[in-house]
């Protein structure tokens, strides 16, 4: 981990953000991507080669190792200037933590380092048609036929469903001693019996989410990440430091609109006096401007905990739900107060609102979020939904 002062840290990644955003025009290629939606390669390797992929990742990894909450100003910095698009392409290798910690020395060398380069992706299948939030119901098979998996099943709703290069697959994997007997496969895309689609979005269109079908395919036991049947631990650990480094994302991008909004409403004219004179319009922005910045340090108060090893998934989980939420409240006024253009595309707001949708569906739902969050307050039910 990096020997210099958080805060030192924290403002020359804030700079090094401010000024990639600005060569890189990040903002207008957010807007872009949303008209026409692709996986931006270009900015993938950017990231990489500034140092911006791979922020909480251990050094022994190939990382930078930043403590949770320097990484988690960062994140709200690059939404702040690129929307969520650039902030989460800036945690995907977080979302392979899986590979880089329980993956073997070969499969970190030749998929996790070049996407540390933001040269390859590695995507995410959990996600199936009969179980989301319910993960335990996952019904996708992992045989083992002698040096061999054999998978079978179909994964939807994953993030670059036709453009990862290679996919971490959880799957059940008969015979497993531990339940719910998950087990984590690195499943290169490109093996015969692999079938991608894409479904259109609301929102993150560059993801091109969609479905991917493995039928008998066959992939080397080599490619196990960690134990049979463990999987489910090792995600949960991810999951936890995920939502938490989520909700700074979508509280940046939030941050923008914001002051976009309130600068708009101090110039903007109706009945004789800027919009900013009515109560009905002042009122709520200055409840906003709060809850984010209450969202803000509750966010930064959960990273800090979790990078001294006494972080709790529940804090996590409310973390995620209370950002996002503040994010959505605050967005939905961008777009009211801006008015009739505001519904439009010629402000940004409407795609920061469809993107941050996302933001409570996505890496356990809000409900969820609860659930996990409530599990914790009231150890001994047994109501076990979810995650
Ligand atoms: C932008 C985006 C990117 C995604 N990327 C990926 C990806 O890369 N890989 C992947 O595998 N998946 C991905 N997903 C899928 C996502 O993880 C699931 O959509 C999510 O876990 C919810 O599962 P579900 O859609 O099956 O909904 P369901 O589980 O069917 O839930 C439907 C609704 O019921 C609620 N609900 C369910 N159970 C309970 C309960 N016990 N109590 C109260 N409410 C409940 C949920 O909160 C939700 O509102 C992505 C989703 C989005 C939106």
């Given at each position: 981990m990096s020997e210099l002062d958080p805060a030192v840290l924290t403002a020359q990644l804030v700079r090094d953000v401010d000024d990639l955003a600005g060569r890189l025009h990040l903002a207008r290629r957010?807007?872009?991507?949303?008209?026409?939606p692709r996986f931006p390669w270009e900015e993938f390797r950017s990231l990489g080669a500034h140092g911006l992929l791979g922020l909480t990742v251990g050094a022994k990894f190939g990382g930078r190792e930043f403590p949770l909450p320097v990484a988690g100003a960062a994140l709200h910095r690059l939404a702040y200037r690129g929307g969520t698009a650039f902030a989460k392409l800036a945690l995907q290798p977080e979302f392979s933590s899986v590979l880089a910690e329980h993956g073997s020395t070969t499969l970190r060398e030749t998929y996790f380092a070049p996407m540390l380069a933001g040269k390859l992706l590695v995507g995410n299948h959990i996600t199936e048609p009969g179980a989301g939030s319910d993960a335990a119901s996952l019904r996708t098979t992992a045989r083992r036929r002698g040096a061999l998996y054999v998978l079978n099943g179909t994964k939807t709703q994953a993030a670059f469903a036709v453009d990862a290069h290679a996919a971490?697959?959880?799957?059940?994997?008969p015979g497993?001693?531990?339940?719910?007997?998950?087990t984590a496969i690195l499943v290169p895309q490109d093996l015969p019996?692999?079938?991608r689609s894409t479904t259109p979005d609301l929102g993150e269109k560059w993801m091109r989410r969609g479905t991917v079908t493995y039928a008998d395919v066959e992939v080397p036991e080599d490619y196990r990440l960690g134990e049979e049947g463990r999987a489910f631990d090792y995600l949960k650990d991810e999951l936890t430091r995920e939502r938490a480094l989520?909700?700074?994302?979508?509280l940046g991008v939030a941050q923008a609109s914001w002051e976009e909004t309130v600068a708009y409403v101090g110039e903007r004219e109706a009945f004789g006096r800027a919009l900013a004179r009515n109560q009905a319009v002042s009122f709520p922005l200055v409840e906003d401007g709060a809850n984010l910045e209450a969202a803000g340090l509750f966010v930064q108060s959960v990273l800090g905990e979790l990078q001294a090893g006494r972080g709790s998934a529940g804090r996590a989980a409310v973390a995620k739900w209370m950002a996002t939420d503040a994010a959505l409240r605050t967005l939905d006024h961008a777009i009211q107060f801006h008015g009739g253009r505001g519904y439009s595309r010629e402000f940004p707001h409407e795609q920061r609102w469809r993107d941050v949708r996302s933001g409570a569906i996505a890496h356990g739902s809000s409900e969820i979020m609860h659930h996990i969050a409530a599990r914790e307050l009231w150890p001994k039910r047994t109501d076990s939904a979810a995650g």
């Open positions: 957010y807007a872009h991507l949303d008209e026409h971490i697959v959880y799957a059940r994997s497993a001693p531990d339940s719910p007997g998950l019996g692999i079938h989520l909700a700074a994302i979508y």
